[in-house]
């Protein structure tokens, strides 16, 4: 069975700090994806990385791909409010297998 | 607003009760997927269709039968359901092919509780 677990599973921060969410497995995967998912909706996808050791910046957001492509990582600076909601990782294999998930509070 | 539409949005039901769960989208995807959402836990596959068939069942209990009438619309008809099977289903589509680029667009789900 090819799990993700992310970490830490919660998080609760003042605006203005930074934070990093992990996920890891054993198990090598084609690409990883990000989501964020926010109260009464659906994940959306954040972000794509597919080549190892490859990182992608969205605004404040930055992703990273391990060079084995089996663990990556989320770093957030400088956290806002509306960052609040459940970060999921998930690796591409024939389907997509979805991380353990982490939770962010981000209080004004 | 979401490109993939679920109806109804809450639903409660009871345990002999049979009900569908609706999704359609108007993206041109050929893969579409159900998920269960268990309250603060990450999705669980349920199906996958891909080109209108069945690809994947995740070892899903028979009182859940997937049903994709065409490539727009993909349906979850529920029988007999039981308490524990109260969670948030969500709907997703790709496009094809099912690759690294594929991302997953997902509706906003049906809240389903099972009395």
């Known amino acids: 069975t090819q799990l993700l677990e992310q970490s830490p599973q919660f998080l609760s921060i003042q605006e203005g700090e930074n934070l990093t969410v992990y996920c890891n497995s054993s198990s090598v995967f084609s690409s990883l994806q990000w989501y964020r998912q926010e109260p009464g909706e659906g994940p959306v996808l954040l972000v794509t990385v597919v080549t190892g050791g490859e990182v992608k910046k969205l605004k404040r957001l930055t992703f990273q791909f391990g060079d084995a492509r089996k663990d990556s990582s989320l770093h957030i600076t400088a956290a806002q409010p509306g960052d609040t909601g459940l970060y999921l990782c998930a690796g591409n294999t024939d389907k997509l297998i979805f991380g353990t998930g982490t939770r962010l509070q981000v209080f004004p | 607003d979401t490109e993939v539409t679920q109806t109804p949005k809450h639903l409660v039901m009871g345990m002999t009760n049979k009900k569908s769960l609706k999704c359609e989208q108007h993206m041109g995807h050929r893969a579409m997927y159900w998920y269960k959402q268990k309250a603060k836990k990450p999705p669980e596959l349920m199906f996958v269709?891909?080109?209108?068939?069945?690809?994947i069942n995740e070892s899903v209990p028979s009182r859940f039968s997937p049903e994709c009438p065409n490539s727009s619309l993909l349906n979850l008809h529920l029988h007999a359901l039981q308490p524990e099977d109260s969670a948030l289903y969500l709907c997703?589509?790709?496009?094809?092919?099912?690759?690294?680029?594929?991302?997953?667009?997902f509706g906003n789900g049906t809240r389903l509780t099972v009395t």
């Open positions: 997703a589509s790709s496009p094809p092919p099912r690759g690294p680029d594929s991302p997953l667009h």
């Open positions: 269709y891909s080109y209108e068939k069945l690809s």
